[in-house]
C-alpha cells in the first residue's frame, strides 16, 4: 500500500543524515518535486543509491519530511507506532508515578523517533498535537497504538499544519471521556486549570516545569515579582506560592486577566493582593520607567515572534533591546529570567544577546544558573535545535 519513492541527497553532505541528523528541508535533496501527496514514505538515498533512512513526507516550516528508521526493511505501520510509543511511555515511568506532578510531555517528536508528533499528558487525558499534513495521514495507526499501550480517559488532538504551524480551530476532542472544563493537573504541587479544547495553548507550558519550581522555592521569598507575557500567570502563581511580596503579571491578551485570576484561585491565594495588567509590555516597560518602578525578580519570556498594535518582536532580533528595558527596571542585585523558546538560534547566541543588552546599559552582571528542555521534553544529540528551550537567570550586579 505504501508506495515509496527515492529521495536522493545533495552530493556534498550526505554524512549527516548517516550519522543520525533527522530531518529533511528542501533544499537538502535533488528531488523533492517527486513527493506529491503528504504522508508519502520515502527512502533518503545518497548519492550512489545507497540507503540512508526511510521516512515521510510532511511540510512544516522546519522542513520537508522527517526520517523514521534507518531500517530499509521496517514497516511503517502500527506495529512500528506502537513500539515507539511503548518505549517514550516507559522512559516516563518517574512522572507516571509522581503524585505531585500530573501534566507532562510523553512524547517529544524527532526525541522520541518520530517528528511531527508529539503528545502530552493531563491526569490520564492525552493530547495528541500533529505538525503536518504528513503526520496526521497516519493517524488511525497512531490512536490505534496508543490504545494498546495506555488506558486513556480521553484523547484530544490539536492539528497544527496549517500555514507557518498555526492551529486548525475545531473540535479536538477525539476517544474516550471528555475532560471537565477546567482539568485541574498538579505540577510539583501547584495546580493549574488546563482546558483541552478551546484553543491549541491548553493553559500552561509543560517545558517550564523546572523554571517554576526554582522560581517558586529559591527566588521569590520576599521579592517584588514582574513577570511579562504572563499568558496564564503560571510563573507569578509559581513566585505567589514561594512567598514573593506582590506579583506583577503584564499580557496583552484580554483572556489574560481572568486565567491568571483563576491561576491565583485554585492556588489558594489572594489575587486581589497582586497586580495583573492587561497591557503591551512595551508600554508597561515606559509606564514602570515614568513611575521609577523597581523590581527584585524580572521574568522574561517572549514568544518567538509577536506582532501587537504599536511593535513588531521577533526574539532573534529584538531580544537584547527587550532585555535591556528589563535591566533598567531590575533592583540592584535583583534576577532577571531570560527565557527564549525560539529554535532559530542556540545558547551561544542567546547569551551574545545578554551580554550586549548589559553593555549596552553599562551594568555588570552574573549568571547564575541556566536550564533547558526538561528530561520529558526528549531531544537527540543528533539534532540540537530540538532543544529549543533557553533560560538563563542573570543577577544585576552594580
Ligand atoms: N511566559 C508564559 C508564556 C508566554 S506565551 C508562560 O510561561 O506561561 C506568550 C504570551 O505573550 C501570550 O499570552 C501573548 O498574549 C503575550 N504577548 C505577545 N505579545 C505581547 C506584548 N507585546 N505585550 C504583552 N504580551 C504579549
Known sequence: MQNSIRLKLKAANAKK???GYPLIKKEDVLNSHDLKREGTIFELVDEHQNFIGKGYY??????IGWILTSQQKEPIDQPFFEKKLKLALNSRKSFFENQDTTAFRVFNGEGDGIGGLTIDYFDGFYVINWYSEGIYRFKDDILQALSVVTD??????KKRFAAQGSYIEDDDFLLGDKAPAPLIVKENGIKFAIYLNENAMVGV???QREVRKA??????????VLNTFSYTGAFSVAAALGGAAKTTSVDVANRSKSKTIEHFRINGIDFEAQDII?????QYFK???RKNLQFDLVILDPPSYARSKKNTFRAEKDYSDLLEKAITITAKNGVIVASTNASSFGMDKFKGFIQKAFQQTG??????EEYRLPSDFKTIKEYKEGNYLKVVFLKKLS
Not at 486513556?152 to 488532538?157: C, D, Q, R, S, T
Not at 492587561?278 to 512595551?282: E, R, S, T, Y
Open 215 to 224: 522560581i517558586r522555592d529559591k527566588y521569590s521569598k520576599d521579592k517584588q
Open 152 to 157: 486513556f480517559k480521553g484523547v484530544y488532538e
Open 58 to 63: 510532511g511540510i512544516q516550516n522546519k522542513g
Open 363 to 368: 551594568v555588570k552582571y552574573e549568571v547564575l
Open 17 to 19: 543524515w548517516k550519522n
Open 205 to 207: 507550558f509543560l517545558d
Open 278 to 282: 492587561v497591557d503591551d509590555v512595551f
Open 287 to 289: 509606564y514602570a520607567v
